[in-house]
């Protein structure tokens, strides 16, 4: 069967999905996916997966893709970051049987992308994600997608959308803000941008940015003509935005919880983020379950603080004495959390950053900046207190060296000058120690040996003995037991 492709991929695999959750790492896990499809999302993104781990570690890619496998679960596309042209191929043949469709991950503006060199940071390596997203298209069995952010120019961002779709994209998600805008200098998202990509191209387009109501998605589709909107933050606040609900958080948070009881295993650490999302509004007000919520250790322990939550809510209720957030609705339904707006500059304490790069607007504040006069965070104040000669100047922080395979930090202290995911491997096959990162495989063979050469010496030894010698030492064995039995009965 011929591989769809474009508008008919859209329209016969996705079934003309208009309403997507994004991609989002430790945050869009099976669990998360299927509440989110039984309230209205009709199309699902994997957490962005590592390309050369999903290819090197078969546990990785059970725990993250294999394992999640689920009939409720599809249409689905698996996200990669990869910064080469042939690992990422590996990865994506090892998941398409999986999914509907991989996606090249060139948006994310963290600074583990830019450190690995993925994400964003490859958006002008125009050559590179040729032949990256041609190779995958020619030797996949699924379509490749990709998610982009814009360039400040709208000419160069549409240039960009072109390259991608002749290189062999099928389907292109924009997300409408630049490198960096992230952090408290978000922003808003450029519709226009977008508006701009998808006049230009022929393949189905995805928005992604400023949605916070089902309301803000039919205005996207309307002002800029794309095929589907994509939510990740407002889907993190309400899970039934793209129903035009906006249910009491308690709700929605029991009815996560009895999904991820349904389709373990679910790590821990995933729901509490869930949770601290779902309840963020109510957290603030309510501080001291807020660290309860952060101390518990078991699925229980995070359900048990959440029906505390639910019930204070509904005490605030029924006593009439509802507490004032400065929300559009009360702090128990859910609704976005909006950022405050970026401030016009910023300093450390030390040194002065670049100037705060403008932006097409701004998104109106519902709580207070995060932000000292001084321009610290309370974050960065903290570390402060601890170590007053703290700098926070990104020139003069240390630079990590890389690995000589991946790219990542390596350990500053390995043997073989590798991060501890390449050390681990090589390693293992050399049968080689690591104290640095704990890696003992040496040590283990050698006393293996040890033990097994041991056992060969006394079966040798016990080989060679003739049968009085054998006869003479079950006696003194026999005699021995009988001396033990009578000192016990005297005893």
């Not at 040729?130 to 997608?145: F, G, W, Y």
């Amino acid at each position: 069967m011929a591989k769809l492709q474009g508008f008919e991929f859209w329209r016969k695999t996705l079934g003309e999905a208009r309403f997507v959750v994004a991609p989002m790492v430790d945050q869009s896990e099976l669990a998360w996916r299927l509440l989110s499809r039984r309230h209205g999302a009709q199309l699902c993104y994997t957490p962005m997966l590592h390309a050369q781990v999903f290819v090197r570690d078969a546990n990785y890619r059970k725990e993250n893709l294999y394992n999640e496998v689920c009939e409720e679960d599809r249409p689905l596309i698996t996200q990669f970051c990869a910064n080469d042209p042939e690992v990422f191929l590996q990865a994506a043949a090892l998941a398409q049987d999986y999914c509907d469709a991989i996606d090249l991950n060139l948006g994310c503006p963290q600074m583990i992308a830019k450190r690995g060199h993925y994400g964003v940071f490859l958006q002008d390596e125009w050559e590179l994600l040729e032949r990256m997203v041609s190779l995958a298209n020619e030797k996949l069995s699924v379509p490749v997608t990709c998610k982009i952010r814009v360039f400040k120019e709208i000419e160069k961002t549409v240039r960009y959308a072109q390259m991608l779709e002749k290189a062999g994209c099928q389907l292109l998600t924009v997300h409408g803000r630049t490198k960096d805008q992230k952090g408290a200098m978000t922003g808003i998202a450029s519709w226009e941008h977008i508006r701009a990509v998808r006049k230009a191209v022929n393949i189905p387009v995805f928005a992604n940015g400023n949605i916070h109501h089902l309301s803000d998605v039919e205005r996207c589709i309307q002002e800029t003509g794309v095929q589907g909107v994509m939510s990740a933050e407002g889907n993190l606040h309400n899970p039934a935005l793209f129903e035009g609900r906006s249910p009491p958080v308690w709700e929605m948070a029991e009815e996560y919880l009895e999904v991820v009881k349904q389709y373990p295993p679910c790590s821990l650490s995933y729901i509490r983020a869930h949770l601290f999302k779902l309840w963020h509004h109510t957290l603030q007000i309510h501080q001291d379950l807020r660290e309860d919520l952060a101390k518990v250790k078991t699925l229980e322990g995070l359900a048990h603080v959440s029906a505390q939550l639910k019930q204070r809510c509904q005490e605030e209720i029924s006593g009439g004495d509802e507490k004032d957030g400065g929300l559009p609705l009360p702090h128990w339904i859910c609704q976005p959390y909006v950022r405050p707006p970026p401030k016009p500059a910023v300093t450390n304490g030390s040194c002065q950053e670049a100037e705060v790069r403008s932006t097409v607007c701004q998104k109106r504040a519902l709580e207070d900046s995060d932000r000292t006069a001084e321009g610290l965070s309370k974050n960065k104040l903290k570390k402060r207190s601890r170590n007053p000669n703290k700098n926070f100047c990104p020139e003069l922080k240390p630079k990590y060296l890389k690995c000589e395979q991946c790219g990542n930090p390596k350990g500053n202290k390995c043997v073989f000058s590798l991060c501890r995911g390449c050390c681990k491997k090589k390693a293992f096959k050399e049968v080689a120690d690591c104290p640095s990162h704990g890696l003992r495989f040496k040590t283990k063979a050698d006393k293996q040996k040890a033990e097994e050469d041991q056992q060969k010496e006394c079966e040798r030894t016990e080989a060679s003995m003739t049968e009085p010698d054998r006869n003479k030492q079950t006696a003194q064995a026999a005699a021995a037991s009988c001396r033990e039995q009578t000192e016990q009965t005297e005893a």
